[in-house]
């Protein structure tokens, strides 16, 4: 079964600190790991895809990264305007699956204070 | 840039009121999505569709339904809504493999 797993649930962060977000995933052959940022009553924002273990992608003080099993993302001197939830998602592309589907994880609800 | 357009925005209804979400895209995307979202939880899709006349339901066992008429429309009815439909709806759609959202629809049955 294809599952996705996110931790921690939550995380507070002083301005400034660093830290990494961890998505575990399950999935019969994996076509793409995407990463979202979804603020409270909005919708997801499209951050990264990642496809193959290795492959790394920046945008800003993020940066995501793949391995065979999960993806940490990477948030270096956060700011407060970088509160949200940050989810993570995969795309199975194994026998039986529905093509362009997303299985989701809970989500990262990340807080930074100034 | 994805630019999927949902509304209400937010809804308030009653029981056993017939609703209809709505959903457009301008961007000519095929595969199109709905998802529903609790807080805390995962995103569930409730239906699919890649094309016109082409619908297919989800993981989530749902009561509404779909219609695909044309390539940019994708509504979602549900024809009597309960207190258990009460939750955030989201629309997306894919291109290149890359999925993008709507803002959502915030669905209230007292």
């Known amino acids: 079964e294809d599952q996705v797993t996110q931790s921690p649930e939550a995380l507070r962060l002083q301005e400034g600190e660093s830290s990494s977000l961890n998505c575990s995933y399950t999935?019969?052959?994996?076509?793409?790991l995407f990463w979202y940022r979804q603020d409270p009553g909005k919708g997801p924002e499209f951050l990264f895809t990642?496809?193959?273990a290795g492959e790394e992608k920046e945008k800003e003080r993020l940066k995501a990264t793949l391995t065979k099993k999960e993806s940490f993302l990477h948030i270096t001197a956060p700011k407060p305007e970088d509160s949200a939830t940050y989810l993570c998602?995969?795309?199975?592309?194994?026998?039986?699956?529905?093509?362009?589907?997303?299985?989701f994880g809970r989500g990262t609800q990340l807080t930074v204070w100034p | 840039e994805a630019d999927i357009y949902q509304t209400p925005r937010y809804l308030v209804i009653g029981t056993g009121k017939k609703i209809t979400l709505e959903c457009s895209q301008t961007?000519?995307?095929?595969?199109m999505y709905w998802y529903q979202q609790d807080p805390g939880m995962e995103l569930h899709l409730i239906h699919y569709?890649?094309?016109?006349?082409?619908?297919e339901k989800g993981d989530l066992s749902s009561e509404s339904t779909v219609s695909r008429i044309r390539t940019e429309h994708f509504p979602l009815t549900l024809e009597s809504a309960r207190p258990s439909h009460t939750s955030q709806y989201l629309c997306?759609?894919?291109?290149?493999?890359?999925?993008?959202f709507g803002p959502g629809t915030r669905l209230t049955v007292l």
């Open positions: 998602a995969v795309q199975a592309g194994g026998r039986g699956s529905t093509l362009g589907r997303l299985y």
């Open positions: 569709s890649y094309g016109v006349n082409s619908t």
């Open positions: 999935v019969s052959g994996l076509r793409g």
């Open positions: 961007m000519g995307h095929d595969k």
């Open positions: 997306a759609s894919t291109w290149f493999n890359e999925q993008f």
């Open positions: 990642l496809y193959s």
